[in-house]
């Protein structure tokens, strides 16, 4: 249930991440 939830964690952070490099 909570498996999911790790996986799109992990990558929304590195796309938080490159958009707010910009």
Not at 1 to 22: F, G, W, Y
């Amino acid at each position: 249930m909570q498996k999911k939830k790790n996986k799109i964690t992990r990558r929304d952070i590195v796309s938080l991440a490159s958009h707010t490099r910009i």
